[in-house]
Protein backbone atom coordinates (compact mmCIF):
# COMPACT_ATOMS: atom_id res chain seq x y z
CA UNK A 1 0.00 0.00 0.00
CA UNK A 2 0.97 3.52 -0.65
CA UNK A 3 2.31 5.42 2.35
CA UNK A 4 -0.73 8.06 2.57
CA UNK A 5 1.45 11.12 3.66
CA UNK A 6 4.13 10.25 0.80
CA UNK A 7 1.31 10.82 -1.66
CA UNK A 8 -0.43 13.79 -0.44
CA UNK A 9 2.79 15.86 -0.05
CA UNK A 10 4.55 15.13 -3.20
CA UNK A 11 6.69 17.94 -4.09
CA UNK A 12 7.93 18.17 -7.97
CA UNK A 13 10.05 20.77 -9.50
CA UNK A 14 11.10 22.19 -13.34
CA UNK A 15 14.44 23.21 -13.19
CA UNK A 16 16.01 25.76 -15.74
CA UNK A 17 18.27 28.98 -16.61
CA UNK A 18 16.36 31.01 -17.77
CA UNK A 19 13.02 29.57 -16.71
CA UNK A 20 10.54 32.51 -16.66
CA UNK A 21 8.37 31.27 -19.80
CA UNK A 22 7.85 27.72 -18.75
CA UNK A 23 4.45 26.08 -19.18
CA UNK A 24 4.93 23.35 -17.07
CA UNK A 25 3.91 25.00 -13.76
CA UNK A 26 0.01 26.13 -15.18
CA UNK A 27 -0.27 22.22 -16.81
CA UNK A 28 0.96 20.40 -13.31
CA UNK A 29 -0.78 23.00 -11.35
CA UNK A 30 -4.08 22.20 -13.41
CA UNK A 31 -4.01 18.70 -12.55
CA UNK A 32 -3.11 18.89 -9.11
CA UNK A 33 -6.35 20.97 -8.30
CA UNK A 34 -8.36 18.94 -10.50
CA UNK A 35 -7.78 15.62 -8.87
CA UNK A 36 -7.77 17.37 -5.42
CA UNK A 37 -3.86 16.29 -5.14
CA UNK A 38 -2.37 18.53 -1.79
CA UNK A 39 1.08 18.07 -4.10
CA UNK A 40 3.21 21.16 -5.15
CA UNK A 41 4.86 22.00 -8.53
CA UNK A 42 7.71 24.91 -8.50
CA UNK A 43 9.75 26.70 -10.89
CA UNK A 44 13.50 26.81 -10.02
CA UNK A 45 16.04 28.94 -11.84
CA UNK A 46 19.58 26.64 -11.55
CA UNK A 47 23.03 27.87 -12.95
CA UNK A 48 24.48 25.55 -14.82
CA UNK A 49 26.94 25.45 -12.33
CA UNK A 50 24.89 24.64 -9.75
CA UNK A 51 23.04 21.83 -11.21
CA UNK A 52 25.32 18.82 -10.23
CA UNK A 53 24.53 20.14 -6.64
CA UNK A 54 20.67 19.94 -6.98
CA UNK A 55 21.07 16.41 -8.25
CA UNK A 56 22.35 15.18 -5.34
CA UNK A 57 20.08 17.29 -3.21
CA UNK A 58 17.81 15.60 -5.22
CA UNK A 59 19.43 12.17 -4.49
CA UNK A 60 19.55 12.13 -0.98
CA UNK A 61 16.52 13.22 -0.60
CA UNK A 62 17.98 16.93 1.27
CA UNK A 63 15.57 18.85 -1.54
CA UNK A 64 11.95 16.75 -0.58
CA UNK A 65 11.14 16.85 -4.15
CA UNK A 66 9.34 13.07 -5.82
CA UNK A 67 11.27 14.56 -8.91
CA UNK A 68 10.96 16.92 -11.91
CA UNK A 69 11.17 18.30 -14.94
CA UNK A 70 14.62 19.91 -17.03
CA UNK A 71 14.77 22.42 -19.53
CA UNK A 72 17.33 24.07 -20.91
CA UNK A 73 20.03 23.91 -20.38
CA UNK A 74 19.98 21.22 -18.15
CA UNK A 75 18.67 18.10 -20.21
CA UNK A 76 21.89 17.07 -21.50
CA UNK A 77 23.17 17.13 -17.92
CA UNK A 78 20.56 15.29 -16.17
CA UNK A 79 20.74 12.17 -18.35
CA UNK A 80 24.77 12.25 -17.71
CA UNK A 81 23.85 13.28 -13.68
CA UNK A 82 20.85 10.51 -13.39
CA UNK A 83 21.66 6.81 -11.58
CA UNK A 84 19.21 5.32 -14.33
CA UNK A 85 18.76 6.47 -17.84
CA UNK A 86 16.20 4.90 -19.77
CA UNK A 87 16.67 3.75 -23.45
CA UNK A 88 15.52 6.80 -24.81
CA UNK A 89 16.89 8.99 -22.94
CA UNK A 90 19.70 7.29 -23.70
CA UNK A 91 19.32 7.40 -27.70
CA UNK A 92 18.17 10.94 -27.55
CA UNK A 93 21.09 11.99 -25.35
CA UNK A 94 18.68 14.17 -22.84
CA UNK A 95 16.49 13.79 -20.25
CA UNK A 96 13.97 16.11 -19.43
CA UNK A 97 11.43 13.91 -16.85
CA UNK A 98 13.50 12.77 -13.54
CA UNK A 99 12.05 10.80 -10.02
CA UNK A 100 13.45 9.45 -7.33
CA UNK A 101 13.02 5.80 -6.45
CA UNK A 102 15.26 4.20 -3.70
CA UNK A 103 17.85 7.01 -3.32
CA UNK A 104 18.52 6.78 -6.96
CA UNK A 105 17.99 9.34 -9.50
CA UNK A 106 15.66 7.74 -12.73
CA UNK A 107 15.67 9.49 -15.91
CA UNK A 108 13.15 9.75 -19.05
CA UNK A 109 12.58 11.92 -22.01
CA UNK A 110 8.96 12.12 -22.89
CA UNK A 111 9.43 14.03 -26.11
CA UNK A 112 8.93 11.54 -28.64
CA UNK A 113 6.13 9.99 -26.18
CA UNK A 114 4.31 13.59 -26.49
CA UNK A 115 4.43 14.19 -29.81
CA UNK A 116 3.16 10.65 -30.74
CA UNK A 117 0.50 10.65 -27.87
CA UNK A 118 -0.74 14.38 -29.50
CA UNK A 119 -0.86 12.96 -33.56
CA UNK A 120 -2.41 9.26 -32.16
CA UNK A 121 -4.88 11.61 -30.58
CA UNK A 122 -5.73 14.32 -33.03
CA UNK A 123 -4.97 12.24 -36.45
CA UNK A 124 -5.30 8.35 -35.37
CA UNK A 125 -3.10 6.49 -38.53
CA UNK A 126 -0.78 9.10 -38.68
CA UNK A 127 2.01 6.30 -38.44
CA UNK A 128 0.41 4.98 -41.62
CA UNK A 129 2.60 7.45 -43.56
CA UNK A 130 5.08 6.14 -46.03
CA UNK A 131 7.39 8.61 -46.20
CA UNK A 132 8.19 11.49 -43.37
CA UNK A 133 9.84 14.49 -43.85
CA UNK A 134 11.40 16.43 -40.49
CA UNK A 135 12.52 19.90 -40.92
CA UNK A 136 15.38 20.68 -38.76
CA UNK A 137 17.77 18.66 -36.60
CA UNK A 138 17.93 19.92 -33.31
CA UNK A 139 17.21 18.31 -30.26
CA UNK A 140 13.30 18.39 -30.85
CA UNK A 141 14.45 16.16 -34.26
CA UNK A 142 15.94 13.77 -32.71
CA UNK A 143 13.01 13.13 -30.54
CA UNK A 144 10.83 13.43 -33.14
CA UNK A 145 12.84 10.79 -35.65
CA UNK A 146 12.77 8.45 -32.85
CA UNK A 147 9.38 8.40 -32.61
CA UNK A 148 8.41 8.41 -35.82
CA UNK A 149 11.14 6.09 -36.68
CA UNK A 150 9.58 4.02 -33.52
CA UNK A 151 6.11 3.70 -35.46
CA UNK A 152 7.74 1.99 -38.36
CA UNK A 153 7.97 4.82 -40.79
CA UNK A 154 10.59 3.92 -43.46
CA UNK A 155 11.46 6.88 -45.11
CA UNK A 156 12.56 9.84 -43.18
CA UNK A 157 14.17 12.30 -44.86
CA UNK A 158 15.64 15.31 -42.60
CA UNK A 159 16.28 18.89 -44.55
CA UNK A 160 18.00 21.06 -42.43
CA UNK A 161 19.93 24.85 -42.79
CA UNK A 162 23.22 22.94 -42.08
CA UNK A 163 23.10 19.68 -43.77
CA UNK A 164 26.18 18.22 -41.83
CA UNK A 165 24.06 18.51 -38.88
CA UNK A 166 21.34 16.81 -40.74
CA UNK A 167 23.51 14.05 -41.66
CA UNK A 168 25.26 13.76 -38.13
CA UNK A 169 21.59 12.79 -37.30
CA UNK A 170 20.79 10.75 -40.05
CA UNK A 171 24.28 8.66 -39.55
CA UNK A 172 22.73 7.45 -36.10
CA UNK A 173 19.54 6.16 -36.98
CA UNK A 174 20.59 4.29 -40.63
CA UNK A 175 19.26 3.42 -43.84
CA UNK A 176 16.10 4.54 -42.72
CA UNK A 177 16.90 8.01 -42.36
CA UNK A 178 18.61 10.73 -44.94
CA UNK A 179 19.65 14.33 -44.92
CA UNK A 180 19.43 17.03 -47.01
CA UNK A 181 19.71 20.29 -47.43
CA UNK A 182 17.17 23.28 -47.82
CA UNK A 183 17.40 23.76 -51.68
CA UNK A 184 17.11 20.48 -52.12
CA UNK A 185 13.38 20.79 -49.87
CA UNK A 186 10.99 20.76 -53.24
CA UNK A 187 12.07 17.54 -54.38
CA UNK A 188 12.54 15.66 -50.93
CA UNK A 189 9.01 16.66 -51.01
CA UNK A 190 8.27 14.49 -53.54
CA UNK A 191 5.52 11.42 -52.29
CA UNK A 192 5.36 13.08 -48.39
CA UNK A 193 2.77 11.82 -46.51
CA UNK A 194 4.06 13.52 -42.89
CA UNK A 195 5.51 16.41 -42.87
CA UNK A 196 6.89 18.01 -39.14
CA UNK A 197 8.50 21.68 -38.76
CA UNK A 198 10.44 21.01 -35.68
CA UNK A 199 12.65 24.60 -35.79
CA UNK A 200 11.98 27.95 -34.71
CA UNK A 201 10.82 29.26 -37.81
CA UNK A 202 7.61 30.70 -37.78
CA UNK A 203 7.59 32.05 -34.23
CA UNK A 204 9.41 35.35 -34.72
CA UNK A 205 7.48 35.98 -38.13
CA UNK A 206 10.77 34.44 -40.01
CA UNK A 207 9.47 33.38 -43.69
CA UNK A 208 8.51 29.90 -43.90
CA UNK A 209 10.22 28.40 -46.90
CA UNK A 210 7.86 28.07 -49.65
CA UNK A 211 6.23 24.94 -50.09
CA UNK A 212 4.24 23.32 -53.06
CA UNK A 213 1.32 22.41 -50.32
CA UNK A 214 -0.71 20.68 -53.33
CA UNK A 215 1.99 18.64 -54.74
CA UNK A 216 1.04 16.65 -50.89
CA UNK A 217 -1.52 13.49 -51.24
CA UNK A 218 -4.76 14.71 -49.60
CA UNK A 219 -4.33 12.45 -46.30
CA UNK A 220 -0.98 13.74 -45.66
CA UNK A 221 -0.37 15.16 -41.94
CA UNK A 222 1.20 18.80 -41.34
CA UNK A 223 2.23 19.39 -37.65
CA UNK A 224 4.58 21.98 -35.94
CA UNK A 225 6.25 22.19 -32.81
CA UNK A 226 6.18 25.63 -32.49
CA UNK A 227 2.94 26.38 -30.46
CA UNK A 228 3.56 30.65 -30.49
CA UNK A 229 1.76 31.40 -32.00
CA UNK A 230 -0.92 28.40 -31.97
CA UNK A 231 -1.75 28.60 -36.01
CA UNK A 232 1.76 29.24 -37.71
CA UNK A 233 1.87 30.95 -41.31
CA UNK A 234 3.24 27.23 -42.13
CA UNK A 235 -0.09 25.21 -40.86
CA UNK A 236 -2.42 28.03 -42.37
CA UNK A 237 -1.00 27.20 -45.97
CA UNK A 238 -1.01 23.24 -44.81
CA UNK A 239 -4.81 23.58 -43.96
CA UNK A 240 -5.97 25.86 -47.19
CA UNK A 241 -4.56 23.27 -49.06
CA UNK A 242 -7.31 20.91 -47.23
CA UNK A 243 -4.15 18.94 -45.60
CA UNK A 244 -5.13 17.57 -41.80
CA UNK A 245 -2.82 19.80 -39.36
CA UNK A 246 -2.57 19.69 -36.27
CA UNK A 247 -0.31 22.17 -33.74
CA UNK A 248 2.31 22.19 -30.95
CA UNK A 249 0.34 22.72 -28.13
CA UNK A 250 -0.80 19.28 -27.98
CA UNK A 251 2.97 17.82 -27.44
CA UNK A 252 3.59 20.03 -24.78
CA UNK A 253 0.58 18.85 -22.99
CA UNK A 254 1.11 15.24 -23.69
CA UNK A 255 4.68 14.93 -22.61
CA UNK A 256 3.91 16.40 -19.44
CA UNK A 257 1.78 12.96 -18.58
CA UNK A 258 4.51 10.73 -17.94
CA UNK A 259 5.90 12.82 -15.59
CA UNK A 260 3.00 13.92 -13.32
CA UNK A 261 1.82 10.04 -13.30
CA UNK A 262 5.51 9.24 -11.58
CA UNK A 263 5.22 12.18 -9.06
CA UNK A 264 1.88 12.01 -8.00
CA UNK A 265 0.31 8.63 -8.97
CA UNK A 266 -2.35 9.27 -11.15
CA UNK A 267 -2.29 9.18 -14.87
CA UNK A 268 -3.70 12.57 -15.92
CA UNK A 269 -5.95 13.39 -18.72
CA UNK A 270 -5.83 16.42 -21.39
CA UNK A 271 -9.05 18.11 -21.18
CA UNK A 272 -10.31 20.95 -23.62
CA UNK A 273 -10.43 23.21 -20.93
CA UNK A 274 -7.10 22.75 -19.77
CA UNK A 275 -6.17 22.97 -22.96
CA UNK A 276 -7.98 26.50 -22.89
CA UNK A 277 -5.79 27.20 -20.24
CA UNK A 278 -2.75 27.34 -21.78
CA UNK A 279 -4.10 29.00 -25.23
CA UNK A 280 -5.05 31.77 -22.80
CA UNK A 281 -1.51 32.31 -21.57
CA UNK A 282 -0.19 32.37 -24.77
P1 LIG B 1 15.90 22.39 -30.52
O1 LIG B 1 16.62 21.67 -29.44
O2 LIG B 1 14.69 23.15 -30.06
O3 LIG B 1 15.57 21.49 -31.68
P2 LIG B 1 18.27 23.51 -31.76
O4 LIG B 1 19.05 22.31 -31.35
O5 LIG B 1 18.86 24.85 -31.57
O6 LIG B 1 16.87 23.57 -31.02
O7 LIG B 1 17.84 23.32 -33.31
C1 LIG B 1 17.21 24.33 -34.00
C2 LIG B 1 16.88 23.85 -35.43
O8 LIG B 1 16.21 24.90 -36.11
C3 LIG B 1 18.10 23.52 -36.26
O9 LIG B 1 17.75 22.53 -37.19
C4 LIG B 1 18.37 24.85 -36.97
O10 LIG B 1 19.10 24.74 -38.16
P3 LIG B 1 20.73 24.66 -38.13
O11 LIG B 1 21.08 23.28 -37.67
O12 LIG B 1 21.14 24.96 -39.50
O13 LIG B 1 21.15 25.72 -37.13
C5 LIG B 1 16.96 25.27 -37.26
N1 LIG B 1 16.82 26.73 -37.47
C6 LIG B 1 16.77 27.68 -36.52
N2 LIG B 1 16.62 28.91 -37.08
C7 LIG B 1 16.58 28.71 -38.44
C8 LIG B 1 16.43 29.57 -39.57
N3 LIG B 1 16.30 30.90 -39.43
N4 LIG B 1 16.41 28.99 -40.80
C9 LIG B 1 16.52 27.66 -40.96
N5 LIG B 1 16.67 26.81 -39.93
C10 LIG B 1 16.70 27.30 -38.68
Not at 72 to 90: M, Q, S, T
Not at 236 to 254: F, I, K, N, S, W
Not at 256 to 277: M, S
Amino acid sequence: MTDSRETFSAQAFVAGYPIKHSRSPLIHGYWLKAYGIAGAYETVEIKPENFPAFMAQLRNGESGYRGGNVTIPHKEAAAHLADHVDEIAREIGAANTLWREDGRILATNTDSYGFAANLDQQQPGWDRASTAVVLGAGGASRAIIQAVRDRGIKDIRIVNRTVERAQELADRFGETVSAHGMAALQEVLEGCDLFINTTSLGMKGEPFPAIAWDRFPSHAVVTDIVYVPLRTEMLRQAEQAGLATVDGLGMLLHQAVPGFEKWFGRRPVITPDLRQLIEADL
